[in-house]
């Protein structure tokens, strides 16, 4: 019996043992195949993400000359602006014409009103009235007291003929001695003193004469000085009708009625509207490569006109410079002051560089990571750029691509946690 209960349970035991090691050698496995399994999976990289082709802008590296421009916003403006003043102090009383009338030098624009000024103008006028007719009584007074003078003279020359006759008569007489020596010296006397009489009167009526007509001169003078206030406060008054004082085009008014105006104060703008200039608004970051006398080109969106830089503001304002296009070129249909252009200046021109479209964000000098297509054009991969010379829709390479290399110049920054993207 002991015998045959051994020999039962030794088979039992083998079994079990079997069992035990298949167990640990599955579970070996089953461990190994994960530990794999994990390692690749960590070693596989990322998918990148997709993006549809037609929404990028691409462009291709290229060799050859390279146009450097800046480019500005700004307006059309008149290259003469006749501002009209206000020729004295006044109230505002009719506005006849309105902005964008054709206007010419007679034609007024405001009309003033001033009290005083009128009556100063009628005072003058009195002031003449009265001072023409002093010099009429002046004149009289003068021709009355000349003729008196005269006829004074006139009998003191008659007295003296008659007194010379007899002084002669009787010198004939005395030297026959048919008269005494006393009586000849009392005729002789007469005459002497009626010549001297009438020499002193023809003095006294040469002073007479010099008096009046410096009197007559005097009113005269105060007279035209009259004359010429009269007519300047005429001037002032007819003035307070301020008319355009030149042809162009109204531009602007900046009174209304009722308005109290200064002296020299501005009422109005008259431009010639076929002579205008452009204004352009260039980054004071770029403005340091504009200068007189470059090449522009003014687009007014009807039309591109050339021109030449004439002038740039020294000052910066609101970040960018000011800087004046005369243009040389006939103006388009529609143009006229206040007209919102485009304008590029040509700063430059590169003869043999490698340049490629300037990316959306660009700076001269600086560098920046792209998006390189692939040679299949599926996939793209990012590589840093050494970026040179800037212009409007170019820019200079400097390392970083060479020709053919295709590029991605949208904004990517979407994307900036990728190294690579798939174009769809």
């Given at each position: ?124 006028e009195w002031s003449l009235q009265a001072a023409e007719s002093d ?37 004939v007489l005395y030297k026959q001695g048919l008269m005494l020596e ?243």
């Amino acid at each position: 019996m002991h015998g045959s209960k051994v020999c039962m349970d030794f088979p039992r035991q083998n079994v079990t043992r079997r069992r035990i090691v298949r167990r640990l050698v599955v579970g070996t496995i089953v461990v190994g195949a994960i530990s794999v399994t994990t390692a690749v999976t960590s070693r596989l990289k990322p998918a990148p993400p997709s993006v549809d082709k037609a929404t990028v802008w691409i462009d291709t590296v290229k060799r050859g000359p390279m146009l450097r421009e800046v480019r500005g916003l700004g307006t059309l403006v008149p290259e003469e602006l006749f501002h009209v003043p206000a020729p004295s102090d006044g109230r505002v009383a009719e506005v006849p014409v309105l902005p964008g009338t054709q206007v010419s030098e007679d034609t007024i624009l405001v009309e003033l009103r001033n009290p005083d000024l009128q009556q100063q103008a009628m005072d003058a006028e009195w002031s003449l009235q009265a001072a023409e007719s002093d010099l009429i009584n002046l004149k009289a007074q003068s021709r009355s007291a000349r003729l008196n003078q005269r006829s004074n003279l006139a009998s003191l020359e008659a007295q003296y003929r008659n007194a010379k006759a007899k002084g002669d008569r009787d010198e004939v007489l005395y030297k026959q001695g048919l008269m005494l020596e006393l009586d000849y010296r009392l005729s002789k006397s007469t005459v002497e003193e009626l010549s001297n009489q009438l020499g002193i009167e023809k003095e006294r009526g040469q002073a007479l004469a010099d008096s009046l007509d410096a009197q007559l001169a005097s009113k005269e003078t105060s007279i035209r000085q009259l004359h010429a206030m009269v007519d300047t406060k005429h001037q002032q008054v007819e003035a307070l009708k301020v008319r355009a004082g030149a042809t162009g085009v109204l531009q602007q008014v900046l009174v209304q009625v009722g308005q109290r105006i200064a002296p020299g104060a501005d009422l109005a703008i008259v431009v010639q509207p076929r002579k205008l200039k452009a204004e352009l608004k260039i980054p004071e970051t770029q403005a340091k490569d504009v200068e007189i006398g470059q090449i522009a080109n003014i687009d007014t969106r009807n039309g591109v006109i050339p021109g030449r830089v004439s002038r740039i503001d020294p000052a910066v304002l609101n970040g960018s410079v000011d800087v004046d296009v005369r243009l040389l070129g006939p103006l388009p249909l529609g143009a006229r002051p206040d007209l919102s252009i485009d304008g590029n200046i040509e700063i430059e021109r590169l003869t043999d560089v490698l340049y490629t479209g300037r990316p959306v964000i660009a700076t001269a000098g600086g560098s920046i990571s792209l998006f390189k297509l692939g040679g299949d054009g599926k996939e793209a991969g990012r590589v840093k750029v050494k970026l040179g010379r800037t212009s409007v829709n170019t820019v200079e390479i400097v390392d970083g691509l060479k020709i053919g290399d295709h590029v991605i110049l949208s904004d990517m920054s979407a994307w900036d946690s990728f190294d690579r993207i798939r174009l769809n």
